[in-house]
């Protein structure tokens, strides 16, 4: 599945436990996809267990930023493993709050879509978290995606 291109994007909550400072968390995902739009409702799979499902099964509200093609070295930071308070915690990375869910909303992306979860379900290793669709936000910008195929990040051109 690695020789399959995918879509960069940032998933964010702002979870009190994790951070009480309210920095918020993220993690970068490539399994992300639309599923209904109506209700419009997207997808999000991530490893059970990990810190960020953990959080996601704690919060009802979070984000999905779509990364734009300059945007390889916040991805990188927050795919990172071991170094949990580099990845989850936002207080380096500029970015907005998300005014209907609390999570931080990189500048730069190419879009993002606020969420309130509707539906989990365990898959093998991950979880699928279903999010209603709360809002999106669809920045004026020229860039192309950010994608990953075969472990490096690319774009379109």
Do not use: N
Request: negative net charge; aromatic residues 4%; glycine residues 12%.
């Amino acid at each position: 599945m690695t020789r399959l291109a995918g879509g960069v994007v940032l998933v964010t909550a702002h979870d009190e436990e994790e951070d009480p400072a309210g920095a918020g968390a993220g993690m970068t995902a490539t399994s992300f996809l639309s599923v209904s739009l109506d209700p419009p409702l997207v997808l999000v799979s991530v490893r059970t267990g990990s810190r960020m499902a953990d959080i996601l099964d704690r919060q009802e509200l979070w984000a999905a930023s779509l990364l734009a093609e300059g945007q390889h070295a916040l991805a990188g930071r927050f795919a990172m493993k071991g170094r949990l308070s580099d990845r989850l915690i936002f207080r380096e990375t500029p970015h907005d709050v998300g005014e209907h869910t609390g999570a931080p909303l990189p500048h730069g992306a190419l879009a993002s879509v606020e969420c309130r979860t509707e539906q989990r379900v365990v898959a093998g290793d991950h979880t699928l978290h279903i999010g209603r669709v709360l809002a999106t936000r669809l920045p004026a910008t020229a860039d192309g995606p950010l994608l990953y195929s075969r472990g490096r990040y690319g774009t379109l051109g």
